[in-house]
């Protein structure tokens, strides 16, 4: 296969046709009220205990009602996985890669516009963000794995003459569960895709946040040709599925999006089931982030300043990699929070559907309420202060103002923990102190996800590169530590971070295969002697 090109990105200007169409997608989610099945062995199952999609932004609207399930479907799942396991193991890998393609090409030209429009009205999304995530990461990632597994399938071992080596890449034994965000629809379908094109069989539990675009790709599926069974949608409580599967002695491995301290529990999980299950479980995660940008002196101010507010605000800081610390030196300051304010001041939070608006809502109210607990915490402390922003407002939608705090002290609160809100900590340091304060920003935090580095002084750059050699598995010069593009920057992080696994390249992809090594002798032994065991005739 050629290495394909990554998605065009729509810029839905005022009065083009993608806009039109976007908009018209909008108007009908947002005038209907789905109900959403569960979807086990390719039949829709109802249970009756249902829950609600809402609008983020207008939380009183319902987008849709939505079945949970219980006990029973969640065996019903895994049986319907392990039956569809036995043929679709046996699958070509061609086979796999072309309905990975027609998904992709379903997702570009035909479901675009509904796919985006589910994610913002689902998620809180703006246009431009869902267009990257939705639809171009999404593709992308379909596109690229097909590719990458050309790739895999390529490597074989070296043979010689009378013997023939190869490697048969099995998918694992037993099923896969995938456990997806809300915060990209691109995540929760690679969590799904990547075992399946592997050829493994998954029971999805899709975050509740994240419904709405999360059906509409499992029916995208469906309609491409994914088999029955290969991929089992269930909605519901997250402890109760993952007990029962983290239980089955089938269990071949998670893929995993989420929070540590669900991932934490997992492992645990695992760890205590291990002597019931066939095989050891691959265990694939990607957990939070602590992001940072680290300001040299010599560092463009407009640059700094840019990078900030599209990294720490756009989609309300709803990324694992959005940037949530800063460290600044004393003498860019003054201008980089000069430009930095005038930027926030421009800001408008608000609908969706109004494109104007930078940010949205914050997904939930839990999410709120916790956001909001940090500010709180900076406005009645001493070694903080709350320069821009700093209010919330949850009566009709979930919105949060764009928030800076100044902290004098580098392992405040807020420079150390997970936020995943519109909340930016910045610490300024004396210029001199740059290897120092490098020191600290890689000691602060648990988490390693992304970081950057902004300074014209390529000494500078490679100092501070290996000082944060483990601070961070995609780092970023001169860029905001956000934006990674499939095939291009591989993206996963270490420690507090994940099993960094590299979405997004053949590494993940290399997880869901069980290799075998096969060797053919083309004319066997037929004695048990060899040459060395003869009479020596020549003394």
Not at 114 to 131: D, P
Not at 306 to 330: H, L, M, T
Request: charged share 25%; aromatic share 12%.
């Amino acid at each position: 296969m050629e290495r394909p090109e990554n998605e065009h990105v729509f810029d839905y200007a005022p009065g083009c046709k993608e806009r039109k169409a976007l908009n018209a997608e909008l108007d009908k989610l947002s005038s209907n009220v789905l109900d959403m099945p569960l979807i086990i062995g390719g039949k829709e199952v109802r249970t009756g205990n249902t829950g609600t999609v809402v609008m983020p932004h207008d939380h009183g609207h319902i987008l849709a009602q939505y079945h949970k399930a219980g006990e029973k479907e969640v065996n019903m799942a895994i049986e319907a996985a392990l039956k569809a396991h036995k043929e679709w193991a046996s699958v070509s890998w061609v086979e796999r890669v072309s309905i990975n393609l027609k998904i992709a090409e379903l997702i570009a030209k035909k479901y675009r516009f509904l796919l985006n429009a589910s994610t913002m009205l689902g998620q809180g999304k703006n246009a431009y963000q869902a267009e990257i995530d939705a639809a171009c990461e999404t593709i992308d990632y379909l596109r690229f794995n097909a590719f990458f597994t050309s790739e895999i399938y390529d490597l074989q071992p070296g043979s010689q003459p009378g013997i023939i080596n190869r490697f048969e890449y099995r998918p694992l034994e037993g099923f896969v569960f995938t456990v997806s965000p809300f915060n990209f629809t691109a995540i929760g379908s690679n969590l799904n895709m990547a075992p399946v094109l592997m050829g493994n069989t998954v029971i999805w539990k899709p975050s509740s946040t994240s419904l709405l675009s999360n059906y509409f790709l499992m029916k995208i599926y469906e309609e491409a040709g994914v088999p029955d069974g290969v991929i089992n949608f269930l909605p519901g409580s997250g402890s109760l599925i993952g007990k029962t599967v983290l239980s089955h002695r089938d269990f071949g491995g998670i893929h995993f999006t989420g929070s540590n301290e669900t991932f934490d529990g997992i492992w645990k999980n695992i760890a205590q089931n291990i002597k019931m299950y066939k095989s050891y479980p691959r265990l694939v995660g990607e957990t939070g982030g602590k992001d940072f940008i680290f300001v040299h002196p010599t560092a463009d101010p407009q640059e700094v300043a840019v990078a900030i507010v599209r990294g720490a605000f756009e989609f309300q800081g709803q990324k694992c990699s959005a940037a949530s610390r800063a460290y600044i030196p004393e003498s860019l300051w003054d201008d980089i929070n000069n430009r930095m304010g005038g930027m926030i001041s421009k800001i408008t939070v608000g609908d969706v559907r109004e494109f104007s608006n930078f940010m949205n809502a914050v997904i939930d109210e839990n999410s709120f309420d916790n956001i909001m607990s940090y500010i709180e915490f900076a406005k009645n402390s001493k070694d903080a202060e709350v320069i821009y922003g700093g209010k919330g407002d949850k009566s009709k939608g979930y919105f949060i103002d764009p928030t800076v705090i100044l902290v004098k002290d580098p392992h405040f609160k807020t420079m150390e923990e997970e936020i995943f809100g519109p909340v930016m900590s910045i610490y300024v340091y004396k210029d001199k102190d740059f290897d120092e304060t490098l020191k600290i920003c890689d000691q602060t935090s648990p988490y390693a996800l992304t970081g950057s580095i902004f300074s014209k002084d390529r000494e500078a750059l490679n100092n501070a590169c290996r000082i944060l050699r483990y601070a961070a598995g995609n780092i970023y010069f001169n860029d905001k530590p956000t934006g990674a593009v499939v095939g291009q920057q591989p993206f996963g992080g270490s420690r507090g971070s994940g099993t960094n696994d590299k979405s997004g390249s053949f590494l993940n992809l290399l997880r869901w295969t069980n290799p075998r090594t096969i060797k053919e002798t083309l004319i066997p032994a037929t004695e048990f002697t060899y040459p060395f065991m003869k009479e020596d005739k020549c003394h």
